[in-house]
């Protein structure tokens, strides 16, 4: 057999031409090379702090502002001082008076309780540091302006030095999960914090009208036992009575099981991101990108505290206790139902 020469043969394939595929829809043919999208007037922007003082001027400091339409689609924030999860994040889109989205910086991740694990990541968010760097790649589109602002935690001194990067861009499509967005999508925060549930009590974690697709939803809940966790998560499909069933209990929502038995994890799909057994408390997060969860006349997300059947409570005693619960509910939202039905009347 003849001698292969290593670095010839290196070299030779390195002159073969790169081909890149576009991702497109299954059972689509395949583009050729050629055919990929070319991105005419396409543009990045980009704002960046280096160790900045930002909040002795301004309780709520702006960091990022950007005119035209576009989307954001990369932060980061560094920086060390008591309280980092709880940063408070905001974004208003298109000039609105209050911010459609404002979370704290750790929920936004999907960590609750200052869990300190680090580094994972996703792609979609992650925290790479300690206390620092948590970051998140939330596509938040907007048509006419965005404006990005943060807030210490109470007690943090205004001189505090911070660091960011906000990324995003301009004149291009929105895509999510495959599915191209229309123009006038919007992703929008739904929050529900410190609710008390009692047991077998069924609760919402949002209420939406019109069109769109639940992105992301963040759970960060505690007891007096693990029971609660029997809750299945459930959704209403427009005047719907009776829900699909999302789950079979709440950490199967986040794709565990028994109650979390094998402690953290970091999946691209979902994570759990804090437990403690001594205050039955857990935060997890969950995409849905893999498995889109979209609606067309609006959704009612909701779980319950404990789960029950005919006359069985499920549960190694049956016996769920009083939670408290944080939500956090990330959508995609157009235009409603109604509104498209009279423009085009």
């Not at 090379?33 to 960046?48: I, P």
């Not at 003082?53 to 954001?72: C, M, R, S």
């Not at 499509?173 to 999508?185: C, H, M, R, T, V």
């Not at 804090?274 to 779980?303: E, M, N, T, W």
Request: aromatic share 12%.
């Amino acid at each position: 057999m003849a001698k292969i020469d290593r670095r010839s043969l290196a070299l030779s394939l390195a002159a073969l031409p790169l081909v890149t595929a576009a991702l497109v829809p299954a059972g689509a043919a395949a583009p050729s090379a050629k055919k990929g999208r070319v991105l005419r007037g396409a543009s990045t922007f980009s704002h960046v702090g280096k160790e900045e003082q930002p909040f002795v001027d301004h309780v709520e400091a702006t960091i990022a502002e950007q005119n035209g339409q576009g989307f954001l689609d990369h932060m980061w924030f560094g920086g060390s001082f008591p309280g980092y999860d709880k940063l408070r994040l905001r974004i208003y889109v298109d000039r609105e008076a209050v911010a459609s989205i404002d979370a704290e910086l750790g929920l936004a991740a999907g960590v609750g309780f200052a869990d300190p694990a680090a580094p994972w990541g996703t792609v979609w968010t992650g925290v790479t540091g300690a206390p620092s760097g948590i970051y998140l790649n939330y596509r938040v589109p907007f048509s006419k302006h965005v404006k990005v602002t943060v807030e210490l935690p109470k007690g943090v001194a205004s001189d505090t030095v911070f660091w960011w990067i906000v990324r995003g861009l301009q004149n291009v499509p929105l895509q999510i999960a495959d599915f191209l967005l229309p123009e006038n999508a919007r992703l929008r925060l739904y929050k529900r914090e410190d609710l008390v549930v009692e047991p077998l009590d069924e609760f919402d974690l949002c209420k939406m009208a019109g069109e769109g697709m639940v992105f992301q939803v963040t759970i960060a809940a505690g007891s007096a036992n693990f029971q609660y966790m029997e809750g299945q998560m459930r959704a209403y499909m427009g005047a719907d009575v009776e829900p699909q069933m999302l789950s079979s209990g709440l950490e199967d929502y986040f794709l565990g099981t028994y109650y979390f038995n094998r402690n953290l994890y970091h999946l691209p799909q979902a994570g759990l991101t804090h437990k403690d057994q001594a205050s039955h408390s857990f935060s997890a997060y969950r995409f849905h990108d893999i498995d889109p969860l979209v609606f067309s006349d609006g959704i009612r997300l909701a779980c319950r505290c404990g789960e029950k059947r005919g006359e069985k409570v499920f549960g190694p005693t049956g016996d769920p206790k009083a939670t408290t619960y944080t939500t956090y509910v990330w959508a995609y939202e157009w235009q409603p139902v109604a509104d498209r039905y009279r423009a085009n009347a």
